[in-house]
């Protein structure tokens, strides 16, 4: 891609979250950053993956997967759960973050996060070189007010106060 459009894309700050996935109790995680709320009323995400990412035939095939919100403090998870899993032996373990039933789906959610969105997968798209998944959220655990990470120009940063305060 151009230089310049990669440069003007890295401008679109947003959270940074822990995508997870699992099948007969084989729980996989990776860290996202492309997702957003596309829908109020069903509410409804879409993230986007990447198809060469160990997850993608397991959120593809058992069309559910948690979305967990990470706080501003756990910069070093995001780096270790964003790593390629052949890199990293176990990154829940590794990245000590530790998990809880979910309600409405198998995947485990973390108990760390500031809040959980159980998903179920409505759609899949193969959109130039990523997946993107568009799903209903079907339950959500307790919201911490703890701020969330950002992923900026590249980069892991905190989010500022509110103007208006
Ligand atoms: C801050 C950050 C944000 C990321 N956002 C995404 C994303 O939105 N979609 C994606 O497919 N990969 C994203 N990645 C890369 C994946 O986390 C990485 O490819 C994955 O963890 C590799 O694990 P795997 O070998 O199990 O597929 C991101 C990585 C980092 C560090």
């Given at each position: 891609?151009?230089?310049k459009v990669q440069e003007a894309l890295d401008k679109l700050a947003g959270p940074v979250g822990i995508l997870g996935a699992s099948k007969d109790g084989d729980?996989?995680?990776?860290?996202?950053?492309w997702f957003t709320q596309v829908s109020r009323f069903p509410p409804m995400?879409?993230?986007?993956?990447s198809p060469n990412s160990?997850?993608?035939?397991?959120?593809?095939?058992?069309?559910?997967?948690?979305?967990?919100?990470?706080?501003?403090?756990?910069?070093?998870?995001?780096?270790i759960c964003g790593h390629t899993s052949e890199n990293v032996d176990n990154k829940l373990e590794t990245s000590k973050l530790s998990t809880k039933?979910?309600?409405?789906?198998?995947?485990?959610?973390?108990?760390?996060?500031?809040?959980?969105l159980e998903?179920?997968?409505?759609?899949?798209?193969?959109?130039?070189?990523h997946s993107i998944i568009v799903a209903k959220i079907l339950h959500v655990d307790k919201i911490d007010d703890?701020?969330?990470?950002?992923?900026?120009?590249?980069?892991?940063?905190t989010v500022d106060n509110s103007l208006s305060k």
């Open positions: 891609m151009e230089v729980h996989k995680v990776i860290t996202v950053s995400i879409v993230v986007s993956v160990s997850i993608t035939p397991i959120v593809s095939g058992q069309r559910e997967f948690v979305l967990s919100l990470l706080p501003q403090e756990m910069e070093e998870v995001a780096r039933e979910s309600k409405h789906v198998k995947v485990p959610s973390i108990n760390e996060a500031i809040v959980n998903c179920q997968t409505v759609q899949q798209h193969l959109a130039g070189d703890k701020k969330p990470l950002i992923f900026y120009d590249r980069d892991l940063c």
